[in-house]
């Protein structure tokens, strides 16, 4: 590299580091979400945990070093932060970061239950705290516009249906059904808003399109965390799963429209939204005993690990090319 050209890249890593985007979070939940569905296959399957546990230690550390540059950006970097708060979409990625930790706790708790348990409580309490501070912006607002409305809205407040995924193995049953309560409410005022928004008003912005894929995740989420606190597969669980399948298939009508797009952080919307309806049915394959869904649940598994390895590959490449941290991402 000439002098020149090291003195450029030196002066940009700044502009970097300021423009690093809260939504790198995403990618964590994406690769915990593949850790819990190799968990499940696993599981189903009567195989040793070796590869969960491996893709759970990548996440874990994808999670301290995006953590370790959000925190230097915060430190060095707090007007960008500010903004970012403050900004109607980006807001809602925010809680990404304590989702990340209940999904670090729920996977962990598999290997070592008290490291899983802390992680699993820091990230509950730092989610209900997201939850109402978020809330309380959406209410008192005024910069809030309805085209501003995106799936991604779902990320703070039905978050909250993923801290019951173990917290009855944890002796908190209660808080379960307290967190599980406020995600379904949240889920039914936002997917009745956010209809609205996609079919009343323009179209979303090109970038913001795969996040029509976390349409999957509430439901499904939604149906695991009730049959953890249940135990069974009743009616009401399946009025939770089926509605994943659907926007599944809504969304798989879509993807030639969305592979057209130009690659963003957005994209790794796809991942975890896939691995909660695959862990879905492998849930749905045991309780009921019916082969349809363990084939199911192995094709999409199958697709899982085709979609994560290709957002790595494509994360990594848009990383080396410079083409993320920049001003308009």
């Given at each position: ?172 049953v209660e808080v379960s059904w307290l967190y599980l309560s406020m995600g379904l409410l949240f ?13 009343f008003h323009h179209p979303m912005p090109p970038h913001l399109l795969p996040t029509l894929c ?81 084939v199911a649940g192995a094709a999409l598994y199958g697709l899982l690990v085709a979609i994560v ?21």
């Open positions: 590299m000439s002098d020149a050209a090291y003195a450029a890249g030196d002066a940009a890593a700044p502009a970097r580091l300021a423009n690093f985007p809260i939504s790198f979070f995403a990618t964590v939940m994406g690769l915990s979400g593949f850790a819990l569905a190799t968990l499940r296959l696993e599981q189903f399957a009567g195989v040793a945990h070796r590869a969960s546990f491996g893709v759970l230690v990548v996440s874990a550390a994808v999670f301290v070093v995006i953590a370790a540059l959000y925190a230097t950006k915060i430190r060095r970097h707090p007007a960008e932060v500010h903004a970012e708060w403050r900004h109607p979409v980006k807001l809602a990625f925010f809680p990404t970061i304590s989702i990340s930790l209940v999904l670090l706790g729920t996977a962990t708790q598999v290997f070592h239950a008290g490291l899983g348990l802390g992680l699993w409580a820091v990230g509950t309490v730092a989610h209900l705290v997201a939850t109402l501070a978020i809330v309380s912006m959406w209410i008192n607002g005024e910069h809030f516009e309805a085209p501003h409305l995106n799936p991604a809205w779902f990320i703070p407040a039905v978050g909250n249906v993923l801290v019951p995924l173990v917290g009855a193995r944890y002796g908190y889920w039914i005022i936002l997917l009745t808003i956010v209809f609205n928004r996609l079919i976390i349409l999957i995740a509430p439901p499904a989420v939604a149906f695991l965390a009730y049959e953890s606190l249940v135990g069974e597969v009743d009616g009401f669980a399946r009025l939770l799963y089926y509605p994943a399948v659907m926007f599944f298939l809504l969304v798989a009508i879509q993807l030639p429209r969305l592979f057209k797009l130009p690659f963003a952080l957005s994209w790794w919307a796809y991942s975890f939204p896939v691995a909660a309806l695959t862990v879905a049915t492998f849930v749905m394959a045991e309780r009921t005993g019916l082969a349809v869904f363990a390895g290709w957002l790595v590959v494509r994360t990594v490449l848009a990383i080396r090319n410079h083409h993320i941290c920049r001003p308009h991402l």
